[in-house]
């Protein structure tokens, strides 16, 4: 059975400051993704990451897979009130045959001024 | 880019009552279309995978007569909760991926449900 696990579970950070998501799935697969959900809202999509090595940025956020670690994380640099919100990883159950999600257990991140 | 719209929004039910859920793709064919729940402070479940034209996929531990989905079009599926108890009120998303492939799922703005 496919496990997705997130650490931490909860982060407190204040602006300026930077601090990495980290995210580790139990079985091989090449297709990871970040999402993003504000309170009460469905998922925002942040990355798609295909293959051993992709590296991908978009603003303050970098994420980042290593298909033979298992591992993906999500870097924040410089970080701001406004990307407070809850983060998850989710991983092709079957390596990309079906698409199927298996989500991470979500990190809340609470950016402090 | 890509939009799923998902109605209702919001459901209040008694129990005992069905629901009915519909998820939408407003600009693509989606051939595929997934139903996830999420309670409160958690994480998403899929439920199940929907496949225009063929049978629902349901993952192990939902229950199929229950949880009634049916993908009669490329761009509409539906999910119905059937006799709704308490425990079913959650927070349902359902998820597209386009017909002509890439490799990303665009989300519905959720369904939020609420059983009496």
């Known amino acids: 059975e496919l496990k997705v696990e997130q650490n931490p579970l909860f982060l407190s950070m204040q602006e300026g400051k930077n601090y990495t998501i980290y995210c580790n799935y139990s079985?091989?697969?090449?297709?990871l993704y970040w999402y993003r959900q504000d309170p009460g809202k469905s998922l925002e999509s942040l990355f798609v990451l295909l293959s051993n090595g992709a590296v991908k940025q978009e603003g303050r956020l970098m994420a980042s897979l290593d298909t033979k670690a298992r591992l993906s994380t999500l870097h924040i640099t410089a970080a701001v009130h406004d990307l407070s919100a809850t983060y998850f990883c989710?991983?092709?159950?079957?390596?990309?045959?079906?698409?199927?999600?298996?989500f991470g257990t979500g990190t809340l991140l609470a950016v402090q001024p | 880019g890509a939009v799923v719209s998902q109605h209702p929004s919001w459901v209040i039910c008694k129990s005992g009552t069905s629901v009915k859920i519909e998820c939408r793709s407003l600009?693509?064919?989606?051939?595929?279309m997934f139903w996830y729940r999420q309670f409160p402070k958690q994480s998403l479940m899929l439920m199940a995978t929907?496949?225009?034209?063929?049978?629902?996929?349901?993952e192990q531990g939902v229950e199929k007569d229950k949880f009634l989905i049916n993908h009669a079009s490329l761009t509409l599926s539906t999910l119905t909760v059937t006799s709704a108890h308490p425990e079913d009120s959650s927070f349902y998303i359902c998820?597209?991926?386009?017909?002509?492939?890439?490799?990303?799922?665009?989300f519905g703005p959720g369904t939020r449900l609420l059983v009496l």
């Open positions: 929907s496949n225009e034209g063929s049978k629902a996929t349901y």
């Open positions: 989710a991983v092709d159950m079957e390596g990309g045959a079906t698409n199927k999600l298996i």
């Open positions: 079985t091989t697969s090449d297709r």
């Open positions: 600009d693509f064919q989606a051939t595929t």
């Open positions: 998820s597209a991926r386009s017909r002509y492939g890439g490799e990303t799922q665009y």
